[in-house]
């Protein structure tokens, strides 16, 4: 969801004040102000409509009022995260299983041929409201929306003064195995090509039903 025109420019001295008035804020002080000022807690609350296409106890889908495409979608909690680092991770499990089935409603109803998912943290990548969310954009040959950026030219020295120290920090990372494996759909073999005039008992397969979310 784009962020709406006309915000509100702050003089030098406003924003001094109000470094001021949050410095003297609980925590607690602090995320309900956020909150108030949230585009989409303020949706959620009912004081912005929108198009609401899903929602479950943790997760919200509607449509971006502002699309790079018809059937543009925005998933995003309902808890306020600025960023996603801040999320629990079974929260961004849940919220990414969610993305996976509306990825596919949007492939159907859309006749996409393609679906592209943008997810930003920061300004400086581009995120317009301090609240995640994920875009699930319907995408079609030649339908001019930008996805690339033009790349940079590293030193090779350079790569490896970044991959150490991402690397050393990233050995904190302590992923837990699941519990249980994946269930794994497999589909049925098509039926070998017969000589014309021969004839085979059929091998055909019933096709098992995917569950798909409500």
């Not at 002080?29 to 949706?43: G, L, T």
């Not at 409509?49 to 929602?55: G, K, L, N, S, V």
Request: aromatic share 6%; glycine share 4%.
């Amino acid at each position: 969801m784009a962020q709406p025109q006309g915000q509100p420019q702050y003089t030098p001295e406003q924003i001094a004040e109000i470094k001021k008035k949050l410095a003297s804020m609980s925590p607690e002080e602090v995320q309900e102000m956020i909150k108030k000022q949230c585009i989409f807690c303020r949706v959620l609350n009912g004081e912005i409509p929108t198009y609401p296409i899903w929602e479950d106890d943790k997760m919200f889908a509607t449509l971006e009022i502002q699309p790079a495409n018809p059937g543009h979608v925005l998933v995003f909690p309902k808890e306020h995260f600025s960023v996603l680092p801040q999320m629990p991770d079974d929260l961004v499990a849940h919220m990414f299983k969610v993305v996976k089935q509306i990825s596919s409603v949007v492939f159907e109803v859309t006749g996409a041929e393609g679906v592209e998912i943008r997810q930003r943290n920061g300004q400086a990548a581009g995120q317009m409201i301090p609240h995640v969310h994920v875009h699930i954009i319907p995408r079609f040959q030649k339908d001019g929306v930008p996805t690339d950026w033009e790349p940079q030219k590293l030193a090779e020295e350079e790569f490896k003064k970044i991959q150490t120290a991402l690397a050393s920090v990233a050995k904190q990372i302590n992923i837990s195995t699941p519990t249980s494996a994946p269930v794994k759909i497999i589909a049925p073999e098509p039926a070998p090509v017969q000589p014309t005039g021969t004839k085979t008992k059929s091998t055909k397969k019933k096709t098992p039903k995917i569950k798909r979310h409500p």
